[in-house]
Nanobody
Framework: QEELVASGGGSVQSGGSLTLSCAVS??????????LGWFRQASGKEREGVAAINGHRFTSFADSVAGRFSISQDNGKTMLILLMNNLKPEDPAMYYC????????????????????GGQGTQVTVAS
């Protein structure tokens, strides 16, 4: 069964850090033609791309998180990590991980319509 399960959300003080994990079980993405991404959706807002990494380990970030967030994947391609530093009041949202069956770069990697698989999210709250 293919799935992506996000975890690690919680409440953190403004300026703090949080690490999100996504357990990836997508059998068709066993070669390097894939992209894994993190997206977030705040209450009343549209879902937006946060960060992504493709099969060539190329990383893409939204301007709002560049320099604060980092994305990585384990060599076994079963775990996707989002390290979030210096969290700000605009960062709270439900965070989701998703997979796309091709290598995406830059702005394309942050477009939700490019991804065909996703799962339940994990909530991030930032206390000011």
């Amino acid at each position: 069964q293919e799935e992506l399960v996000a975890s690690g959300g919680g409440s953190v003080q403004s300026g703090g850090s949080l690490t999100l994990s996504c357990a990836v079980s997508v059998s068709e993405y066993i070669n390097d033609r894939y992209t894994l991404g993190w997206f977030r959706q705040a209450s009343g807002k549209e879902r937006e791309g946060v960060a992504a990494i493709n099969g060539h380990r190329f990383t893409s970030f939204a301007d709002s998180v560049a320099g604060r967030f980092s994305i990585s994947q384990d060599n076994g391609k079963t775990m996707l990590i989002l390290l979030m530093n210096n969290l700000k009041p605009e960062d709270p949202a439900m965070y989701y991980c998703a997979a796309a069956p091709l290598r995406l770069y830059k702005e394309a990697a942050l477009q939700t319509t490019r991804y065909d698989k996703g799962g339940q999210g994990t909530q991030v709250t930032v206390a000011s």
